[in-house]
């Protein structure tokens, strides 16, 4: 069964994960200067299925943020709960700042924020008032590939003590095929999107002291370990 899903079925899997990529002609996956990072990683509640959420994840990622990334899949009982206490509507994404106090809802008001607060520059053009909703719908249609993962809750068999780190660009195709895993087992990360040597990509559990350079091995621990 190993052998069928890595020889066939994960192909398939890249290539749409690739095509969700292309589609939004590789947003995330560098975009300029590197940000001034915050004293402290701003916290996203977000899941990776909601086309609103990578629009968030896309400002990340250009700028080299860090971030806490709180799962809040479709059905998660982990940190869904909690963003609707903390802000009061069942909204995804929201950012939550502890460097400013800041709190907020809307993609793009959250990527226009990022990029003055600590880009220090304007936001691309895409995320203009005028212009937001339309590259909304746009990232809507750019996940229809990947439509049906990332969105709804796994279950999770274990509790996770301590955050995973991840290395990764939004926009890599191998990175999304693990955190949707991520997202649908509602295991919580800091997700890291300024390059360092020998962790383009890189997967490190905590809890456990396990370490992964592979999407594919990295899932397969995820679901052994932590899968409901």
Known sequence: ??????????PLNLALSALTTLTRFWAGWRGGAAAQAPARPIVLYE??????????REAVSALQLSADIRPCPKGGTHYRPEAVRLGGRRQFPYLVD?????RMYESADIARYLYSTYGK???PIRLAPGLS??????????LLPRLLFGQISYGRKSKVERPLELWAVEGGPRARLLREVLCALEIPYRLHTRSEPGRSLALV???TGASFAS??????????????
Do not use: H, Q, W
């Not at 069928?4 to 994960?10: A, G, K, L, R």
């Not at 502890?98 to 800041?102: S, W």
């Not at 909703?133 to 750019?142: F, V």
């Not at 999407?215 to 409901?228: H, I, N, P």
């Open 1 to 10: 069964m190993r052998a069928f899903f890595s020889i066939v079925v994960e």
């Open 98 to 102: 502890p460097n400013t106090e800041t």
């Open 205 to 207: 559990d905590p809890n």
């Open 121 to 123: 520059r304007p936001a």
């Open 47 to 56: 899941f990776e299925g909601c086309p609103f959420c990578r629009v968030a």
């Open 215 to 228: 999407s594919f091995a990295a899932r397969r621990y995820l679901l052994k370990t932590y899968g409901g």
């Open 133 to 142: 909703a339309l590259n909304a719908l746009y990232s809507s249609l750019s």
